[in-house]
């Protein structure tokens, strides 16, 4: 039913102090966006942002957790208040990353909000998000949310359509207000993008050929959907290939990232007795992947670089890669696989905004980063069961396993050992000095010698976008030395408490017959280098990390 234009509100708030988006959107503890108006403020200076935003249409959806249903609601009324003209919403609120950023470009949108904090944990006492996504399908770029922010700062009033909520579990259209709600079944337009990615075909004989079995976990979160649908209906793998696929608002009370410490089940299932052949998780938002074969760990890092090398095999991309992404702190195996291509592979910092203007301006296909994300310029996110289908498409021509093709790959270019260590829960302080204290040493690190390592190479990361020119300075310290091996420091952009120290580790390796070594012998020394160069102990009081991955 159309409401008068008098039921437009306009409320007065006042402005919160700490809503400046981090890596990826706004993120904090649910209660912190179930303050009275403080989500409202937050995506009034979204809207407040745009240029144009009478006549334009939104898309809107989120990972299904909790205060994900109550947010869509206001969300729906404050943008009939704002003069949009259409919201294309997920039917249930639902809309994965990847998938609301094929729902941008694939309708000409000219955003997205999409509620979500990612693989951080949910429910009441866990984390709700925030992010924004601007036409191109991608995340709003440092100078778009520093503007938001900027807005929040000085925010007055919000604008929102006193109405009733809108039915957003039956799909079709219904007015609120001068605009028009349409309720879209969040699978569709992105199944239809892979379908014509990927070569579903082939895919199909080799998930019924009864020679090769699969397991993707869900994580209770909303990748569920999407993969029952892709892969047991459209691809016909047998029903309970999909484990954990219903969307919970807690996540079942886990934390939903697909890492081997998170993704216990399947872990089990694939070092079991008798494991499937291939296994994959995704995260709370379905834009992480992770990729297992039987009794074999995939690092992301490794992923890329693998699929860099094969997509000559899978029809979207036979054409051949116009140049490959990676994050500085992701390890460089990608990049032995652009030199051999003859293309471009780009360093960019941390978080998927800077691979944006490099996918819109053609410059790469293919982009990744160590925290499990993959994806190319299908979407301008990354992509978990898009990372998924890319496997199993080289998988279902090349004919082998997980373990066999990999190790292939690097007896043909080496291997970057590689792992993460975290360090959670520090204070702010301590963590801002122990960076700082490590920034003023690099004039003095240069050229010295640690054991065996003697650092040819220290800087702290600062990235030129080429095609904006725009530039980004403290992404986190690199300390690279002369046998190939490379420590990075950087503090974590998506906490909502304590600080997050992140030590990367890569060792490269090009004997084939040092290929099976365990990870956490070969990368032990250069462990205890990272340590030492901080002194880790005295400055944090800290000897092993939080979490490795
Ligand atoms: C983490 C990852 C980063 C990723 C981001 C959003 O950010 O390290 O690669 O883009 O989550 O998924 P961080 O907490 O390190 O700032
Ligand atoms: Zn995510």
Redesign the pocket.
């Known amino acids: 039913m159309r409401e008068p234009d008098d039921a437009i509100e306009t409320v007065e708030t006042s402005a919160f102090p700490d809503q400046r988006p981090?890596?990826?959107g706004l993120r904090k503890k649910v209660s912190v966006f179930q303050q009275p108006n403080y989500l409202e403020n937050f995506v009034q200076s979204i809207f407040d942002s745009l240029d144009q935003r009478k006549g334009q249409t939104l898309v809107l959806g989120g990972d299904g957790r909790f205060h994900n249903l109550e947010a869509v609601q206001i969300i729906l009324k404050m943008a009939a208040a704002n003069g949009f003209a259409r919201v294309l919403v997920g039917r249930g609120g639902i809309l994965s990353t990847p998938a609301a950023s094929c729902v941008i470009r694939k309708h000409g949108a000219c955003g997205g909000v999409i509620l979500s904090a990612?693989?951080n944990p949910g429910g009441p006492d866990g984390d709700f998000g925030v992010k924004f996504n601007i036409s191109n399908g991608g995340p709003a770029p440092e100078a778009a949310t520093e503007a938001i922010y900027a807005l929040s700062r000085r925010i007055k009033h919000f604008r929102v359509l006193g109405a009733g909520d809108v039915d957003i579990d039956r799909l079709g259209q219904v007015e609120l207000g001068c605009m028009i709600v349409e309720v879209i079944d969040p699978v569709t337009d992105y199944a239809a993008l892979m379908e014509s990615l990927f070569d579903f075909g082939r895919i199909a004989k080799l998930l019924s050929s009864g020679r090769f079995r699969m397991c993707f976990d869900a994580m209770n979160a909303v990748t569920g959907p999407y993969a029952h649908e892709i892969l047991e209906r459209r691809l016909g793998a047998p029903i309970g290939t999909v484990i954990n696929g219903q969307p919970l608002p807690d996540f079942g009370g886990r934390h939903p990232d697909p890492s081997p410490a998170n993704a216990v089940e399947l872990l089990r299932l694939m070092n079991g007795a008798v494991p499937p052949d291939f296994g994959a998780a995704s995260?709370g938002d379905g834009?992480?992947n992770m990729i297992l074969g039987a009794n074999f760990f995939v690092s992301p890092g490794d992923s890329l670089a693998f699929l860099a090398a094969n997509a000559h095999l899978v029809p979207g991309y036979a054409k051949g890669l116009a140049g490959v992404g990676r994050?500085m702190?992701?390890s460089r195996a990608a990049d032995r696989v652009a030199a051999e291509l003859g293309v471009p592979c780009y360093e960019t910092p941390?978080?998927?905004k800077f691979f944006g203007n490099l996918l819109d301006d053609g410059r790469i296909t293919l982009c990744g980063?160590?925290?499990f994300?993959t994806g190319s310029d299908h979407v301008r996110e990354?992509d978990g069961l898009w990372a998924v289908l890319f496997w199993l498409n080289i998988l279902a021509v090349q004919g082998q396993g997980v373990e066999d093709l990999l190790t292939a790959h690097w007896r043909r270019f080496g291997r970057h050992y590689y792992v993460?260590h975290d360090y959670d829960d520090l204070d702010d302080a301590t963590a801002e000095t122990l960076m700082a204290v490590l920034r003023r040493q690099l004039p003095n690190l240069q050229g010295r010698s640690f054991g065996a390592f003697t650092v040819s190479e220290c800087d702290d990361f600062a990235y030129t976008d080429p095609v904006d020119q725009s530039v980004t300075e403290h992404q986190g310290i690199r300390v690279v030395f002369s046998d190939a091996a490379r420590i990075v420091y950087?503090?974590?952009?998506?906490?909502t408490g304590a600080a997050?120290l992140?030590l990367y580790l890569e060792r490269f390796e090009p004997d084939p017959a040092r290929h099976a070594l365990p990870t956490t012998e070969t990368v032990a020394d250069l462990a205890a280098v990272a340590l030492e160069i901080v002194q880790m102990e005295a400055q944090t009081g800290r000897t092993c990390p939080s979490a490795v991955t």
């Open positions: 981090g890596t990826s990612s693989h995260d834009d992480r994050s702190p992701t941390t978080g998927w980063e160590e925290s994300g990354k993460r950087r503090l974590s952009g998506t906490g997050t992140r």
